[in-house]
């Protein structure tokens, strides 16, 4: 069923006016006429005649009207339900696990959940969700800033330094190039420029016995805490860790990543006052 001539139709019923749907509907009087003489040819009946000046309906277009009337009005109310309960419901946000565990957990205590316009629903995965097809409202990336058709705001610019669990860091420089040279370096595949750190390390560049690249920033972070290896991860992820004395730096080396964390949403949400909340927060935060 053509909804275009539905939708013609009932506005034309309801102004008796082809030129006055058409201006209801952002087109051409004649392209709701063309649109009356498909509905018209679809059902075999006539819906309109025109008397003199006047546009009147006639018993089948009587007996369609309030049909028509009844379900584009459902279909209003149901769509003003679903914009009020985007509006007013929880700003669905998506991230890294690692993020939301290292960086944000931390300082979720300081949020303020229990404000109006300030409530969350987050959801944490190791690849960019589709924000467009509305998985999620907005989205904490790691990246360049260049999303197609997303707008980006830079919350921190990243950096990258070596780190392992404490007692690992110990003796000179050159003591902790030799043990580094026999361990294994674990890096994600999150962190595209960790050779960049080797390379550009005081005495180096060193060459790690192994080196095992995993899907989640989290399992660089727990492995060298652990004392499986050492890792190159993002160093204010690793801050949270190092103040509670699980890990250290080895060489105390950070490297700008020339990437960064972004707040990434679609326009559509531009002017949000949730999004506005949400991005003054994480703002007022330090990295």
Known sequence: MPLNALRAFEATARHLSIKEAAMELSVTPSAVSHQ?????????VVLLRRTGTRLELTDAGHKLTPYLQQGF????????SLRQKRRDGPLRLNMLPTFATNWL????????????????EISTTQDEVDLAAGVADVGIWYGNGHWPELQADLLFEATIDLYARPGFATGSHRDRLDRVSQANLF????CLTWQRWMESLPGGPFKPAVVTQVDSGGLTLQAAADGVG?????????DSAVRLGRLTSV???????DVGFWLVYPDALRED????NLRSWLREQPT
């Open 36 to 44: 009356l003489r498909i509905l018209e040819e679809l059902f075999g």
């Open 73 to 80: 009005t459902q279909i209003a109310k149901g769509v003003d």
């Open 105 to 120: 957990s931390p300082r979720l205590s300081l949020y303020p959940f229990e404000r109006r316009g300030f409530s969350l």
């Open 187 to 190: 890096v994600s595949r999150h």
């Open 230 to 238: 050492v890792s190159i991860v993002v160093c204010e992820l690793a």
């Open 251 to 257: 060489f105390e080396h950070p490297v700008n990543a």
């Open 273 to 276: 006052r949730r999004l506005d």
